[in-house]
């Protein structure tokens, strides 16, 4: 008899448990962005940005808005995109989100302020210097700030280009404060430790 009663108890729950799950509404996949869109605003003298994800059909995914920066004659933030990251520049702090649905990943502070230049290697480790800055930073996939190099000494300014050749990477300047002649000025870097090989 209890034997009955219990097959009976385990058939009536079996019964409930897949009515349950009958009646629990499937959820659909969330959309995940496919393309970035990024716009500079300006307003009361403030500069900001707003970065979108947008999904296949051109609908927004996800939305972030920077901080509102001081404006300066050098843009103060930027927007890349590398592979599945976004890279938002703003002032001095480097915000990574994930591209498909905008999550933080991580973030570098104590960067360049404006004028952004960067570059990244065949590891997506991250190269980045500004315009009136004498610093040059190597920040890794993760966010740390491998190395900074003061590139004072060679008296250029206003960065214009970088390339990676190697364990090598040269940045090119347009002005130097000792020569006042259009030619190209120049500081070749380890990318390894950070370590200035030349400069012209």
Same mark, same amino acid.
């Given at each position: 008899m209890k034997k009955k009663i219990r097959q009976i108890l385990l058939t009536l729950l079996l019964f409930v448990f897949s009515i349950l799950i009958i009646s629990i509404p %499937?959820?659909?996949? $969330?959309?995940?962005?496919? %393309?970035?869109?990024? $716009?500079?605003?300006?307003?009361?003298s403030k500069e900001s940005m707003t970065v979108r994800g947008l999904d296949a059909k051109k609908k927004v995914v996800w939305k972030y808005v920077t901080k509102k920066y001081t404006a300066t004659e050098l843009p103060r933030t930027k927007c890349i995109v590398r592979k599945d990251k976004v890279y938002v520049f703003e002032s001095s702090k480097i915000v990574v989100l994930r591209k498909k649905d905008g999550k933080q990943l991580w973030t570098a502070k104590k960067v360049s302020a404006a004028g952004h230049l960067c570059k990244f290697d065949k590891n997506d480790n991250l190269y980045v210097t500004g315009y009136y800055d004498n610093y040059v930073y190597k920040v890794s996939t993760k966010g740390k700030i491998l190395w900074k190099t003061n590139a004072s000494k060679a008296n250029n300014y206003w960065p214009y280009k970088i390339s990676i050749s190697g364990n090598?990477?040269?940045?090119?300047?347009?002005?130097?404060?000792?020569?006042?002649?259009?030619?190209?000025?120049?500081?070749?870097?380890?990318i390894k430790n950070g370590k200035i090989l030349k400069y012209s």
């Open positions: %499937t959820q659909a996949a $969330k959309p995940a962005a496919t %393309t970035v869109k990024s $716009k500079t605003s300006y307003a009361n090598q990477m040269t940045i090119l300047y347009e002005m130097n404060n000792n020569d006042s002649s259009e030619k190209t000025h120049k500081i070749v870097f380890n």
